[in-house]
């Protein structure tokens, strides 16, 4: 198994920066390292889908609306992936989760198998 946590999210104005953290834990790492993992960020916005945001593994992806603004990151050594997010505007608000796999990234959250809570990020104009 593999427990995902979240932390990072606030309430910030439009323009600023957050970073969200994501730290992974679990018996799955005595058998796979964390770097073999595949490590996604996804959002839900109130009354939309959830939707994929950023992945990596060997690649980085990006949605298109955070392409240029947003970075992922990971530490292998801490199992811990990051989101950098910069330059935030209104739209970004949503629940944000942190999603895994040992497959590879995925687009969609059914190519995942290990979700975090979430995290609130709440962007104002």
């Known amino acids: 198994q593999v427990q995902l946590v979240e932390s990072g999210g606030g309430s910030v104005q439009a323009g600023d920066s957050l970073r969200l953290s994501c730290a992974a834990s679990g018996r799955a790492f005595s058998t796979y390292t964390f770097s073999s993992a595949a490590m996604a960020w996804f959002r839900q916005a109130p009354g939309k889908e959830r939707e994929f945001v950023s992945g990596t593994r060997l690649t980085t992806y990006y949605a298109d609306s955070v392409e240029g603004r947003f970075a992922i990151s990971r530490d292998n050594a801490k199992n811990t992936v990051y989101l950098q997010m910069n330059s935030l505007k209104p739209d970004d608000t949503a629940v944000y989760y942190c999603?895994?796999?040992?497959?590879?990234?995925?687009?969609?959250?059914?190519?995942?198998?290990?979700w975090g809570q979430g995290t609130q990020v709440t962007v104002s104009s």
């Open positions: 999603a895994a796999t040992f497959g590879g990234v995925g687009f969609s959250r059914g190519a995942y198998n290990y």
